[in-house]
């Protein structure tokens, strides 16, 4: 693709996404089957409203079928994906009325467990690209005057061993991949697809009869997870990344009774001050929280120089610890950061807050915490 998009100063290339390539192989192999012509572009309207011209590539024949592919292409925001083939097999079939019957192949993955866009049993295929590959093949039959059956299957040879490197083996997706998109386009810096996987693995957790869930912004809450025990479990924890607002908005919106957030003090300071999306392009303010609770408290104007010079929140919190200010600083910490989750999850849930510093361990935890530790652990049984 040559279309562009600026982001931090930085001029990115726009990417289509697996469901695009899927919907191309797609109208090609039907259009090749339906013409008994051979072509060597494709061209396809996305839901973002951009048109690809892409090149069909391994076409092959049967005396019934076609089968060719669309290299992925993900832009300047490549995923494991990027350069993969992905094949449409397209087959005519006798039939009495028009139809058209979707499926996956090798390298597709299989949905095993509820609570996915598609119902265990079926491959995994979302909804966007189902209706574009739906879409396509209708039109390519009406060019064609066909009223008979199709039925396209979607394989992904590489697919097998890239599912290890995805969410899917965790969301019970077994196979291969997905094949994804809403738009159609892969936008470089996009946060979307990762909200979007955060709300797949939070709808799925309550599908699977947890009502309590436990929320960590990534690696360093697992590993603290280990380490804490009390019945918590590292497989029920979603990773939020830097969105905590957007985990909040979800389990609001999912039906959740209550989340657990356990997450490093040098991301989890930021939520004493509103700063729901803690990745340091949106907003830092780590040491300036630290500084003005510790100012409140009555701490000296050069602990405070101090603190504002630190580079880390452990480095501010050894100074604090020197002064006998730690723990009083950690609980109005703990205080603001229970007002603004609350005030984000609009009180629609029980909330708790749990941090921590990998040198000094638990720093504080809000009043919460013990009850929705049962609860989690009670999902667990």
Sequence with gaps: MEQFVYKNHKKLRYGYTTGSCAAAASKAAAAMLLSGKEISYVELHTPKGIDLRLEVLDISREDNAV????????????????????????????????????????????????????????????????????????????????????????????????????????????GGISVLGTSGIVEPMSEQALIDTIRVEMRQKLANGMEYLLVVPGNYGIDFLDQYGHGLQLEDAVKCSNFVGEALDAAVEFGAKGVLLVGHIGKFVKLAGGIMNTHSHN????????????????????????????VTTDDALKYLKEADLME?????????????????????????????SNVFGILGQTKNVPDLVKKIGRDKT
């Design 67 to 174: 089968s060719c592919a669309i290299q992925k292409d993900g832009g300047d925001d490549p995923d494991v994906t990027n350069g993969i083939l992905i094949y449409a097999k397209v087959s005519r079939e006798p039939a009495d009325e028009a139809q058209i019957i979707i499926d996956g192949g090798i390298g597709v993955g299989r949905v095993t467990k509820p609570g996915l866009e598609q119902p265990v049993g079926a491959a995994a295929i979302n909804k966007v690209p189902r209706q574009m590959i739906r879409e396509n093949l209708e039109a390519v039959c009406e060019q064609y005057h066909y009223h008979g059956k199709l039925s396209v299957v979607i394989s992904i040879p590489s697919g097998v061993e890239l599912a290890a490197k995805t969410f899917n083996p965790r969301l019970g997706i077994v």
């Design 328 to 356: 009083p600083v950690m609980e109005r910490i703990m205080e603001k950061m229970e007002f603004y989750v609350n005030q984000r999850a609009q009180h629609q849930l029980e909330l708790g807050v749990i941090t921590f």
């Design 283 to 310: 907003a830092d303010a780590r040491m300036e929280l630290l500084t003005v609770h510790a100012a409140l408290l009555g701490a000296p104007v050069e602990l405070l120089q101090k603190m504002m010079e630190c």
